[in-house]
Nanobody, 124 residues
Framework: QVQLVESGGGLVQAGGSLRLSCAAS????????MGWFRQAPGKEREFVAA????????YFANAVKGRFTISRDNAKNTVYLQMNSLKPEDTAVYYC?????????????????WGQGTQVTVSS
């Protein structure tokens, strides 16, 4: 089992940056593929980015490619989402998620553990 706690959300103007963090409990953090998802009001939860167990591979949704980066520090049990050049359409609740066995999935149902989410609001 792993518990996930996101932080770093907030209000930012279009073109600005935010860095989200997701801290995981437990001693087996490196066993998990970590992902970030987001959900805007009235919309389904959508995939944003994922990072492999060691951090050597990353995968992004087309909507954020080139603007967002994902990284992890297994010694600190933390995964990060650096968001640059933010747009109003990036406004959503952002969730981190963990899965043991699946790499490269953008489907929420394939992730086993979820954080509570952190709000990101981008003003125009």
């Amino acid at each position: 089992q792993v518990q996930l706690v996101e932080s770093g959300g907030g209000l930012v103007q279009a073109g600005g940056s935010l860095r989200l963090s997701c801290a995981a409990s437990g001693r087996t953090f490196s066993r998990y593929v970590m992902g970030w998802f987001r959900q805007a009001p009235g919309k389904e939860r959508e995939f944003v980015a994922a990072i492999s167990w060691s951090g050597g591979s990353t995968y992004f949704a087309n909507a954020v490619k080139g603007r967002f980066t994902i990284s992890r520090d297994n010694a600190k049990n933390t995964v990060y989402l650096q968001m640059n050049s933010l747009k109003p359409e990036d406004t959503a609740v952002y969730y981190c998620a963990a899965t043991v066995d699946v790499w490269g999935s953008k489907w929420p149902m394939e992730y086993d553990y979820w954080g509570q989410g952190t709000q990101v609001t981008v003003s125009s």
